[in-house]
T-cell receptor, first 111, second 111 residues
Framework: KAGVTQTPRYLIKTRGQQVTLSCSPI?????VSWYQQTPGQGLQFLFEYFSETQRNKGNFPGRFSGRQFSNSRSEMNVSTLELGDSALYLC??????????FGSGTRLTVV | GEDVEQSLFLSVREGDSSVINCTYTDSSSTYLYWYKQEPGAGLQLLTYIFSNMDMKQDQRLTVLLNKKDKHLSLRIADTQTGDSAIYFCAESIQEYSTLTFGKGTMLLVSP
């Protein structure tokens, strides 16, 4: 089985721009979660989608949004980028079993 | 609220045992996980334990859970240089609940 695929791996954006990150979960996995990882705050939960519905949401501003498609692929969008949004964004998928399987992440740098 | 704490750094010699400790505050935590992150990579699920277990062994890995003290540990036997990475402890209340992570313990294994 292919793992969780995140694209792109690296991204550089300018303050004020918006960005869309993509995540393809493991085939058959219906739950997709997103986490932000920074040196200062560590790993923080953004949101989780299950069968195209947002099931949980973390404590992030409305500039952060996401969606899930019928094939379980998910995207997250960040609008009006700020320098503090620079981070590694990790996607994870799950369907039964225990523990989430994480992708390699997208490294976003905002300049 | 939920909080997971870990020591930040551990240094051992190759061949020794490593013990990484974690404490959590949410007594409702049902699932406890250990993830490994190598440089530039995502998170790899190493092992997990349910709150009704005291111990779990998986090859070189031994997880011990003291539910009374809310203390979790990961022991790596015969530590190798390839084990050098950041190890994250995480907890969730239910199988599909969000993960709350500690800040991670950097394990450095010297030859």
């Amino acid at each position: 089985k292919a793992g969780v695929t995140q694209t792109p791996r690296y991204l550089i954006k300018t303050r004020g721009q918006q960005v869309t990150l993509s995540c393809s979960p493991i085939s058959g996995h219906r739950s997709v979660s997103w986490y932000q990882q920074t040196p200062g705050q560590g790993l923080q939960f953004l949101f989780e989608y299950f069968s195209e519905t947002q099931r949980n949401k973390g404590n992030f501003p409305g500039r952060f949004s996401g969606r899930q498609f019928s094939n379980s692929r998910s995207e997250m969008n960040v609008s009006t980028l700020e320098l503090g949004d620079s981070a590694l964004y990790l996607c994870a998928s799950k369907d039964g079993g225990y523990g989430y399987t994480f992708g390699s992440g997208t490294r976003l740098t905002v300049v | 609220g939920e909080d997971v704490e870990q020591s930040l750094f551990l240094s051992v010699r190759e061949g020794d045992s490593s013990v990484i400790n974690c404490t959590y505050t949410d007594s409702s935590s049902t699932y406890l996980y250990w993830y490994k992150q190598e440089p530039g990579a995502g998170l790899q699920l190493l092992t997990y334990i349910f709150s009704n277990m005291d111990m779990k062994q998986d090859q070189r890995l031994t997880v011990l859970l003291n539910k009374k003290d809310k203390h979790l540990s990961l022991r790596i036997a015969d530590t190798q240089t390839g084990d050098s990475a950041i190890y994250f402890c995480a907890e969730s209340i239910q199988e599909y609940s969000t993960l709350t992570f500690g800040k991670g313990t950097m394990l450095l294994v010297s030859p």
